[in-house]
């Protein structure tokens, strides 16, 4: 639908954004290049992208980071890294705002809603460990 969305859009202010490896991330770093460029092609000014979960779980943090700087680096476009933060931890947390920075994200979104909302403390972790460096989006949902 970026296409539609671009069409209707023209001349407009508004940016389009869609989702990439939505809603679990675990789609191959192939797909998930394939579908940013695709996106970009489409007219796409920003890329939401949900980080391979099962990756950072299972300490592949090299595969995380490769296929988010890819992404980054291949689009030109500003990318969202989605971490789907109910599901993680807070050290899993951590980590992946870590490689999330060093991947060069413009933003960091709390989650994708699928998994529920994220709580107070977890936005304010975000921004605890961001220090300022990228805007934070709390989405999904917030409970207390």
């Known amino acids: 639908m970026v296409a539609l969305a671009v069409a209707r859009l023209h001349r407009k202010s508004p940016k389009v954004a869609t989702v990439i490896g939505f809603p679990s991330g675990s789609h191959t ?5 394939y579908e940013a460029a695709e996106a ?10 949900v980080i391979n979960l ?5 300490g592949n943090v090299q595969g995380v980071y490769q296929e988010l700087a890819t992404i980054v680096e291949a689009t030109n476009q500003p990318v969202k890294a989605i971490l789907e933060m109910p599901l993680l931890t807070p050290a899993e947390v951590a980590q992946a705002v870590a490689i999330a920075l060093d991947a060069g994200v413009a933003c960091l979104k709390t989650g994708t ?8 403390a977890q936005v304010q972790q975000l921004v605890a460990l961001t220090k300022g460096r990228v805007p934070i989006k709390a989405a999904g949902g917030i409970r207390q």
Do not use: H, I, Y
């Not at 770093?29 to 290049?33: A, P």
């Not at 099962?54 to 299972?58: E, G, M, N, P």
């Not at 809603?113 to 107070?120: A, E, K, N």
């Open 40 to 49: 970009v092609e489409a007219g796409a000014t920003e890329l939401d992208v």
């Open 29 to 33: 770093s192939e797909t998930k290049r």
């Open 113 to 120: 809603g699928w998994s529920g909302p994220v709580t107070v």
């Open 54 to 58: 099962a990756w950072l779980r299972d």
